[in-house]
């Protein structure tokens, strides 16, 4: 499942269109509540949530994955910490980390879930394929540890 909520329509599209020429079979959210966003991976049973956000306030890359007080999601944490490998560099922005979170999304998934934020808008919009290519990589090489 690719997720957004709201704004990066044409990229989410077409990561999820990239990621079904790669074999997945990949469905694309839009809804700007992440609760909803969450329900609706659930209810399709997804084995992956990967949602794309924009920091439209900063320059960088941060991708997020669920821990709360007492758990942590050890293959979220993997795959935040995959694209944070990837995307930074391929949007020539700076890498701003990996970071735990237990913001509804990530909280109500039931499937391992990232949040991938990354701005500007203008390098989102200017490096959009690089970026899928990037976000697809990631996914890659966590699927497929052997491919990292």
Do not use: K
Not at 71 to 84: H, I, K, Q, V, Y
């Amino acid at each position: 499942m690719v997720g957004e909520r709201g704004g990066l329509d044409a990229l989410s599209t077409s990561l999820g269109r990239t990621l079904v020429r790669h074999g997945a079979d990949a469905v694309v959210l839009h809804h700007p509540e992440g609760s909803e966003l969450a329900q609706q991976a659930n209810a399709a049973g997804a084995r992956v949530f990967i949602e794309l956000a924009c920091l439209s306030e900063v320059e960088g890359c941060r991708c997020t994955y669920y821990q709360g007080y007492s758990t942590t999601s050890p293959a979220g944490r993997s795959l935040a910490e995959r694209l944070a490998d990837r995307v930074p560099s391929a949007l020539g922005v700076p890498a701003l980390g990996v970071c735990g979170m237990a913001i509804p999304v990530l909280r109500e998934t039931r499937m391992p879930a990232v949040v991938c934020e990354a701005g500007p808008t203008t390098a989102l919009v200017a490096r959009g394929p690089a970026f899928v290519t990037a976000v697809v990589d990631g996914l890659t090489a966590w699927a497929d540890p052997s491919q990292a």
